[in-house]
């Protein structure tokens, strides 16, 4: 593999160009005027039906592609006095035009044109191009295939995500990998050109938060005059546990209390709504979720995003849960409501340092009301933003593998089902 040989070759990695621009929000302070974001129809049961695409928050990090592990010891003896090319300029545009666009690279060689023929005279060499790809772009497979076949490239492979058929709310990253043959370079001028086939996934529409929806502001007169909606005071958030399954505590506590909140529940169906973004690297069970529902701990409950509660962290995308709780107990609870939310980890990638940390950004929160006196026809629900301050990240720091005992723990594994493999043949054996 030439990406374990890294001072034996010749690598230029870039950060993809994304050419959709994602905008960015900076959420409003606690404290600021009220107002009613939107109002849905009934039949909409949650305010993230439509926002997969919001679902994207900050991306996991990862390490280089060329940090690998220590092989120094096997150079030895290889780079000694050795006058290898350098690279002196390199050029990347995006050409095209719609959602299928081409990566041109232009590399030209410093050393050139005698040192350059020189190299090559004892040495195959090829230029390895890295380019990672953000979540809404993918390089097909296959066609880099044909590239290889006809010898534009010497080799390619695509790693991560290579589903083509994925939207981009749904999809994760990939990186291309390309191999370039120096040899043509002699004969043009120490100057390379590559050409990378790139094609766009399909977008969704924009939108800044989970609570911004169209304006559906005529769908509120009426609903929202001179009434005393309650607010929040005080938000906090905890999470609690120790290991891969632990849970978020959030405590709400409402300011106009306990009198104007029983006179706005007198008159209104209402229930507390909590977004929680959640990041790659975890997952809340829709299906422990439900038993939420059935013990009537939740009002209702849903999952949106990646449900795929098998998939390890490295291919899992991010997903959100939506909670509604009932404000009704909150009258005999001083207005205080208490919601908890359990969480799972996914397996997380080796790491020396035995953890890997996930970071929880605030999440939304809001009051969906209606009048309990509605007709079908005319039944809206009203959403309102509850603008709290935005809450400390909460950190979760997730045990995960060491590579350093992979070798180990494979041999463990191998031997322990070996000896359970041949005690169950040797169990069927004396049986027959």
Not at 384 to 408: S, T
Request: charged share 25%.
């Amino acid at each position: 593999m030439a990406l374990r040989s890294r001072p034996c070759m010749l690598a230029v990695a870039f950060v993809a160009a994304a050419w959709v621009s994602v905008a960015s929000s900076v959420p409003e302070q606690a404290g600021s005027s009220q107002k009613a974001v939107n109002c849905v129809p009934c039949s909409r049961t949650y305010v993230a039906d439509a926002y997969l695409d919001a679902l994207r928050g900050q991306l996991a990090l990862h390490r280089d592609l060329t940090e690998v592990p220590d092989t120094a010891g096997l150079c030895k003896g290889l780079t000694d006095d050795l006058d290898m090319p350098t690279v002196s300029e390199v050029h990347r545009q995006l050409v095209g035009e719609g959602s299928h666009r081409r990566l041109v690279y232009s590399v030209k060689f410093g050393n050139c044109k005698d040192a350059m023929e020189k190299f090559l005279d004892g040495y195959d060499a090829n230029l390895v191009i890295i380019e990672k790809l953000p979540s809404g772009v993918f390089a097909d497979p296959f066609e880099l295939q044909h590239f290889v076949e006809r010898k534009v490239f010497l080799d390619v492979a695509v790693f991560g995500d290579t589903n083509l058929e994925l939207p981009s709310a749904l999809s994760n990253r990939s990186a291309v990998e390309i191999h370039f043959d120096l040899k043509p370079s002699k004969s043009m001028d120490c100057n390379l050109v590559v050409e990378l086939p790139l094609h766009v996934r399909y977008p969704l529409a924009e939108h800044h938060d989970l609570t911004e929806v169209s304006d559906t502001a005529d769908l509120c007169k009426g609903h929202t005059d001179d009434l005393d909606v309650p607010t929040v005071s005080e938000v906090h958030r905890q999470l609690v546990g120790e290991g891969s399954h632990r849970r978020l505590f959030y405590s709400v506590k409402f300011g106009n209390c306990k009198d104007a909140m029983e006179k706005f529940l007198d008159g209104y169906d209402a229930d507390l709504v909590i977004i929680e973004k959640l990041p790659r690297g975890v997952f809340a069970d829709p299906f422990e979720l439900q038993h939420f529902v059935e013990r009537k701990v939740f009002l209702d409950v849903a999952v949106f995003g990646d449900t795929n509660l098998e998939l390890p962290s490295a291919l899992s995308n991010q997903s959100a849960v939506e909670i509604h709780f009932d404000l009704k107990p909150s009258k005999s609870m001083d207005c205080n409501l208490v919601v908890e939310l359990p969480l799972h980890a996914r397996y997380p990638p080796l790491d020396t340092s035995g953890y890997a940390t996930v970071e929880f950004q605030s999440p939304d929160l809001l009051v969906r009301y209606r009048k309990k006196e509605t007709h079908p026809g005319s039944c809206i629900w009203v959403l309102q933003n509850l603008d709290a301050a935005p809450l400390e990240k909460a950190v979760w720091r997730v045990p995960c593998g060491d590579e350093v005992h992979a070798g180990f723990v494979s041999s463990l594994t191998f031997v322990s089902a070996l000896v359970c493999s041949m005690s169950i043949v040797l169990a069927a054996s004396l049986i027959s």
